[in-house]
């Protein structure tokens, strides 16, 4: 019998990973004589009733401050929510975090993947023995879906396996609505846990690649330091590492930039390989002590719904984005 999947609750935008933590943050509070969580859960239910359409626009005028204009997208944001509603059929197998893999393999060679430890198609205690003592788990199908695990004997199954069972039964679609997302069916998967010389998980650099017929690919580049940490960071920079006045999201920039790593050459390289059919894509990748892994790619970053500072940079990054979206 196909798994029936149900709606996220969870409607914020980027990083889409503080929207996830909602539903476990939620307590028993009443909100106007109703519990907060029936309250929360009619609200969801009548938001799932709305046409995308709709949806993304209220939510885009909620978060980035106006209307958007679908007619004629200016902004980055505006190109990317036509990109919910009308995506590429590439997209969902380069958006699964499984499928991916191939693309990655054959175009920049198998050593840029992260070791794959198990994708079980049913999550049960004997898989959960058989990992080694650290690891991460995942789910293929949307984002903020992962789980660092640095002591197993510290952690339970039963744990993880409510955990893996709620990711997978969450229709991430539903999310921000965008469509490719219906296309991946989802699923678990373990994977080595990536850490620096001083046990720390690395930076995520995540690089926005736009690309033109005849012209040179541009180029930003986002550090997410400490994202699982107590401090996040997000910092801006263009291709030559200068630091840019500019925030995208809800992640803080440092007062003072980092130090570019060693291997930023190779970084740029990569992110241009991977983005060579497309004109646009964020490439995400790890470079810990000068190594470099393939994180994901994201043909619709934050949804279309990021804010972004200051507001100028959300027309100046629509105006890199092609006619073909």
Known sequence: MPRRLRPSNNVLAYPRDDAMRLEAAETARTEDGMPKRAARRLKDQMKALLPDLLFLSLLHRKLVGRYPNLRRPRTFNEHILMRNLKPDPRYAALTDKITVRDYVARTLGESYLIPLIAVPDEFTRDVFDSLPQSFVMKANHGSAFVEIVRDKSKVSYEHLKRLADRWLATEFYHVSRERHYKEIEPRLFFEKLLLDSSGQVPADYKVHCFR?????????????????????????????????????????????????????????????????????????????????FFGELTFTPGAGVVPMFPDRVDFEWGGLIGARV
């Open 212 to 292: 033109r017929e005849g012209r040179r690919p541009v180029m930003y580049i986002v550090q997410i330091s400490d994202r699982f940490g107590p401090l996040p960071r997000g910092n801006v920079y263009d291709v030559d590492w200068n630091y840019l006045d500019v925030t995208i999201g809800e992640y803080a920039r440092s007062a003072t930039p980092e130090p570019p790593p060693p291997n930023l050459s190779d970084i740029l390289q990569a992110a241009d390989k991977l983005s060579r059919d497309f004109d646009y894509v964020r490439v995400d990748l790890y470079a810990p002590d000068n190594a470099l």
